[in-house]
């Protein structure tokens, strides 16, 4: 049985000095071959179900909605912003003052 002592180790005498650090990122492998195949086909069914073959729900609706549909004035701040910038920088708000008078007309 090995004794501990309190005295500190000399790093050149001690096996750390023959360690390499690019050892500590080596990836040993004791995986069947087969794996990288099973996951594989797993991933690609996953994606063929999940993007093509599965109906949309009240969630997908939900996280396809726009921010300007999702908190009401928004646009119409945003569009105020966008105008004085371009304005700002000498240029053509024709686009955005548009779409401004378009909300508030509608209101």
């Not at 928004?74 to 401004?100: C, F, P, W």
């Amino acid at each position: 049985m090995e004794e501990f002592s309190d005295e500190p180790v000399k790093y050149s005498t001690s096996s750390a000095r023959s360690h390499s650090a690019y050892e500590t990122f080596l990836i040993r492998r004791s995986a069947p071959w087969y794996q990288t195949y099973i996951v594989l086909g797993s991933t690609i069914a996953f994606l063929v179900y999940f993007l093509a073959l599965r109906e949309e729900n009240d969630l997908d609706e939900e996280i396809g909605k726009s921010l300007f549909d999702r908190i009401p004035g928004l646009e119409e701040k945003d569009l105020v912003a966008k105008i004085s910038n371009a304005k700002s920088m000498g240029m053509d708000s024709t686009l955005y003052e548009r779409r401004l008078k378009e909300i508030q007309s509608a209101k």
